[in-house]
């Protein structure tokens, strides 16, 4: 029981750190350094269902992979456990920015929790700046509260 537990904390702290990752990888390197790949996204430049963009999930797909190769071959070590952390992560980024946010197969159009249209706005938000300057909203699945708040409904407005 006591592995199992382990394991489950290394996969969620893998999980977790992905989204400092991303959140760093995005403004540093895709805003960055990487422009060229990442402007299709903020800019649609074809008509192509692929954008230069989805290169990254190479870049972030390769590590996990290692993990877990590795990870194998040495007897399910804790490389495994953050190679699947960094994969789960690369699952819900994929589920939540493809497929939610960005509709690129239309599902979850109709999602109404709050969290999900804070992540919507948040987002929003970030797309709003076409070049690689004076961005904002950079993580994923983390939402800051001012986006949470513009979803409260005005109690205070006069009838």
Not at 73 to 78: A, G, L, M, V
């Amino acid at each position: 029981m006591k592995n199992i537990l382990i394991n489950l904390f290394i996969v969620l702290a893998a999980f977790l750190t992905m989204e400092g990752v991303a959140w760093f990888t995005h403004k540093y390197i895709m805003h960055g350094l990487l422009w060229t790949f990442h402007r299709d996204h903020h800019k649609k430049e074809s008509d192509s269902f692929f954008e230069r963009n989805d290169f990254f999930f190479l870049i972030f797909a390769i590590p996990g992979i290692i993990c877990l190769y590795f990870g194998m071959r040495n007897d399910y070590n804790y490389l495994f456990w953050i190679g699947l952390g960094i994969t789960l992560y690369g699952f819900a980024y994929f589920f939540v920015h493809d497929i939610f946010i960005h509709q690129r197969f239309k599902l979850l159009r109709n999602a109404n929790s709050p969290y999900f249209k804070a992540l919507r706005r948040a987002h929003k938000m970030h797309h709003k700046h076409i070049g690689k300057e004076d961005g904002e909203c950079f993580g994923m699945l983390w939402v800051p509260l001012k986006y949470y708040r513009e979803m409260k409904p005005k109690t205070n407005e006069k009838l």
